[in-house]
């Protein structure tokens, strides 16, 4: 079935980095496009950036624009999400998707705090 396991995540300090990883399994990964979503307490869970299914094209929410940069190896049914410049605002729980499917993984969460 279709799978998705994120790791990665962490304490950071504001300011700091981290490196998301999300292994796919289950379905034709390099057909779906992919995207990684976060979900903050008391929040709803929103998008935060996506990637093509040949890697060609990303999109960014606002937020996150020029901090974060999505890519994916194929050969790996992988997709990670660098982030740069960490904010106190991106402390959340990470979650990665492919497009058409409606299945979550269990996240990984990320906490930026001094």
């Known amino acids: 079935q279709v799978q998705f396991v994120e790791s990665g995540g962490g304490l950071v300090q504001p300011g700091g980095s981290l490196r998301l990883s999300c292994a796919a399994s289950g379905f034709g990964f390099s057909v779906y496009g992919m995207s990684w979503y976060r979900q903050a307490p008391g929040r709803e869970r929103e998008l935060v950036a996506t990637i093509t299914r040949s890697g060609g094209t990303t999109n960014y929410a606002d937020s996150v624009k020029g901090r974060f940069t999505i890519s994916r190896d194929n050969a790996k049914n992988m997709v990670y999400l660098q982030m740069n410049s960490l904010k106190s605002e991106d402390t959340a729980v990470y979650y990665c998707?492919?497009?058409?499917?409606?299945?979550w993984g269990q996240g990984t969460q990320v906490t930026v705090s001094s």
């Open positions: 998707k492919a497009n058409a499917f409606q299945v």
